[in-house]
């Protein structure tokens, strides 16, 4: 499918450097995607500055006013009772009623998970949406859910995580028969909580179409051990950033090696070239955007603090997502696990016992 | 206090090279901690020809024959019952009854611990002993609890971790007011579950002697933002094996930069020297030995895989906290908050809710 029939929704106002770094980065996108076309909500007044010096976003974007908008510090259930006519909800709504294929915001992330279930619902037999993420591993890269949506859950939630990670492995990462893990303390049966092993016995049980690895450590994670890695959203949000703390520390301290002694600066001009292709494979930009996954519509989320480079990005995640076919996707295969099994709500937990 | 009195019991049939990489380790601990004395537990036939050939060892230790041991797939609660002369058993008598200060041993993690606490006895207001380790951060070093003995907690397991981890971090660490924060995902007051929460409202509430922090998340474990990272069980390990296999992930990524290229191999020559100071930094076999915190003895678990030189690592955690006396200060302050808190068993989850 071609990128140039795609229409996005821009919440122009949510994160750190908005609504620069979101024009900026819509901007950046269209070299990647040319022909995507942009609705813009926000601040006009703020805007039409910025947008007059983009020549390319400028000739395929549509701006939206609106002057309110979603704090960083509301609450979510504040923010979707109150904020009816913030950027962030306007441009979800665009999605809800079919103006744009997906929506991506930078903005508070639990507002924008709240909104978004609120207006485009979850799909027929998920119980509750998860957030997701691509991340580099040793052997390519791997999607991991949920990272921080849903701190407890059961046995049920974690094996429509694992059939929504599956299919976004098979759809946007292309694999054709990925391998889903979930997170433990162990690899054998015994270990960790009821939510794991119960979750684990209905995977194994064979009643959905997902190949199952069985559970796996954390560092399988990146030692890109599945293609799918499914946790809870308190240890997947731990995971995420325990990991992107540990490079940075690494980083941190090659640098500080590099300018240690005259010898490893002179190494460095040396290693230089191979050095930035290392950078640049491991630029935690490159994996901005989480998605939102188990909705009837496209959601991402770019973190707050990034730049133009990485909200780009963010905006590849919904492109591709759209372009791959995942919401299509994802209502056929729960249609045929619903049609195979007559009470698919039905939780396994007791199973593991 | 000097280390010529301290007594270390070995389990040397636990680990994957056991029993070598145990006596060499022991023998390399040695030049550390000159004049420690061992008492080996395993097989005669097997250690006497090892020893032999081990000049400082053999002159300090004492082997203590038995022909049975624990298997690295035993079942904990098996272990405990079946396996009463196992070198691991007879290891941990030896500390319960004073003929050691501390055991080490590198088997099965499970039966360890059901053991050390059934042998050993958790200390008067500990209801369950804790795993810790201590790592590398950007600022030095922290320390790390509970690492997978207690998958779930609740806020009254956290409060007495946090108590367990700011002791070591005193004693061990040797800082004077070590700060302590508890995992979670993110840093405001609402987040998290129940159990965090409830902790965290116990700790604000200044009835222990600890500096509280506050939450940390992922990131602030490697980034060195507290002295002590309180967590559960689940979490913490996952945490612990996602950061190793981070740091993994990004070594081997440096060495394939490095033979990338002739420029790239060049310039590795010249940087060697701050190179392997570096990896020398974030060697894991330098933070070998994870501690039993709670117990009425000093007990440390060394990974299964362990060489000697991380052996000898998890021997010196043992001497280091007899010889900084941690046994006698959390005595002490366990002592002194039964003495302000004439309730201290009472959990204060519902204070959060």
Known sequence: MATDSIRIALDAMGGDHAPEMVLRGAEFALERYPGVQFLIFGEQSRIGPLLARLPRL???ASVHHTS???LPDDK???ALRASRQSSMRLAIDAVADGRADGVVSAGNT????AIAKFVLK????????????YFPTRRGESVMLDLGANIECDAENLVQFALLGDVFARTVLGRVEPTVGLLNVGSEDLKGNDAVRGAAARLRGGMTPIRFHGFVEGDDITAGTVDVVVTDGFTGNVALKTAEGAVKMFSESLRAAFSASLMARIGYLFARGALTKLRTRTD??????AMFLGLRGIAVKSHGAADAFGFANAIGVAVDMKRNGFLDKIRGELQRLNDAQPTPQSTASSAAL
């Open 76 to 78: 979510p259930s504040q």
């Open 110 to 113: 639990g507002a924008l998970m």
């Open 122 to 133: 979850t799909l027929p037999g998920i119980d509750r949406p998860a957030m997701a993420t």
């Open 58 to 60: 400028s000739t395929t």
């Open 68 to 70: 309110e908008m979603v």
């Open 284 to 289: 935690p930009r490159r994996y901005n955007g």
